[in-house]
C-alpha cells in the first residue's frame, strides 16, 4: 500500500472517529431528555391518579385543607412571560433596526456592545436591583400596591429577556438590511423605510424565531418571579396583583417539604413546564426548517 493509501485509510479513520462521537453525543442528549420526561411521568403520575387528582388541576393552593391546585400558578406563568415578550419584542426590534443601519455606527458599536454585556449579569442581579430602584417607583405611582407584583416582575423579566432577542434578531437583520439597501436606495427609499418595509418583513422568520426563544426564557426563569412577584398563589387579574409563577412555587416548596402531597404535585408542575418548554422547541424547528 502506497502513501496516498495509507494517508485515505487515516482520514476515514478520523472521519469515522468524529461521527462516532457525534451520534453518540446525540444519542446521549436524548437519553438524557427521555430519563427527564419518564422521571415527571413516573412522579407525576400518580398524583393525577389519586382521588382528589381534581384538586391538582384546580385554580385554589390550600394545603392545609388538601387542596394542591397549580392552575392559577400555570396562568401567572403565562401571563408574566406574555407581558414581559411585549415590552422586550418591540425593544429588541428597535435596537436591532438601530444598530443595522438607523443609527451612528459609533452608537450602533455601543448599544451592541452593551446588550452583549447584559447577557453576563446573573439573573439575580437584576432581580436584587429591581428590589430596591423599580419597587418604590411602583408604590409611588400606584398607591397602596406593594410593588411586589406581576408589573415589577413582568419588567425587570422584559430586560432579562431583552439580549436574547437582540443578540438573535440583529444577525439575520443585518444580513437582510446589506442586501437590500442598495436596491431599495435605488428605489429611493431612505434607510428607515428600508429596513421597515424590506429588511423586517425579510427577516420575520427569525423575528418569530427570537419571539419563541425569548418565550421560552421568560416563562423558564425562577429568580425574578420568586424575588418581584409577591408569590401569592392566585390568578393574575391585574398587573398590580401578587402572583406564584410555577418555577418559584417549585423552588419555594421544595425549600420547606419534602414527601408530602404539596411536594409531591411539583411534578405535575414540572410536567406542566417541560410540556411547555417542548412546545416552544417544537414550534421553533418548524419555523427554523421554513426558514431554510
Avoid at 392552575?71 to 438601530?98: D, E, H, K, Y
Wanted: proline share 4%; aromatic share 8%.
Amino acid at each position: 500500500m502506497g502513501e496516498d493509501g495509507v494517508c485515505r485509510n487515516e482520514n476515514r479513520l478520523v472521519q469515522a472517529t468524529w461521527l462516532g462521537a457525534l451520534y453518540g453525543s446525540t444519542g446521549l442528549c436524548a437519553l438524557a431528555v427521555a430519563a427527564v420526561f419518564a422521571f415527571l411521568l413516573y412522579f407525576a403520575a400518580p398524583v393525577f391518579w389519586a382521588d382528589n387528582a381534581g384538586s391538582v388541576l384546580s385554580l385554589a393552593w390550600r394545603p392545609l385543607d388538601g387542596s394542591f391546585g397549580i392552575l392559577s400558578m400555570a396562568a401567572a406563568s403565562l401571563a408574566l412571560a406574555v407581558s414581559a415578550m411585549l415590552v422586550a419584542m418591540p425593544a429588541g426590534i428597535g435596537i436591532c433596526c438601530f444598530t443595522c443601519g438607523l443609527g451612528p455606527p459609533m452608537a450602533a458599536r455601543l448599544v451592541l456592545g452593551l446588550v452583549r454585556f447584559m447577557t453576563s449579569i446573573p439573573t439575580v442581579v437584576y432581580g436584587f436591583v429591581s428590589v430596591f430602584a423599580l419597587t418604590p417607583i411602583i408604590q409611588a405611582v400606584f398607591r397602596g400596591s406593594s410593588g411586589f407584583c406581576w408589573l415589577t416582575a413582568g419588567l425587570t423579566l422584559s430586560l432579562l429577556v431583552l439580549p436574547t432577542v437582540v443578540l438573535l434578531l440583529e444577525g439575520p437583520l443585518r444580513d437582510a438590511w446589506e442586501h437590500t439597501a442598495l436596491a431599495a436606495s435605488a428605489l429611493g427609499l431612505d434607510a428607515s423605510r428600508t429596513l421597515l418595509h424590506v429588511a423586517l418583513p425579510r427577516a420575520r422568520r427569525s423575528i418569530a424565531a427570537a419571539a419563541v426563544l425569548g418565550f421560552s426564557r421568560a416563562i423558564g426563569d425562577t429568580l425574578i418571579a420568586l424575588m418581584l412577584a409577591g408569590n401569592a398563589p392566585q390568578l393574575p387579574l391585574s398587573p398590580l396583583d401578587s402572583i406564584r409563577t410555577l418555577t418559584a412555587h417549585i423552588a419555594l416548596v421544595v425549600s420547606t417539604e419534602s414527601g408530602s402531597r404539596a411536594y409531591n404535585s411539583l411534578f405535575a408542575a414540572g410536567l406542566l413546564l417541560l410540556g411547555a418548554a417542548t412546545a416552544v422547541n417544537l414550534i421553533l424547528r418548524r419555523l427554523l426548517r421554513k426558514t431554510a
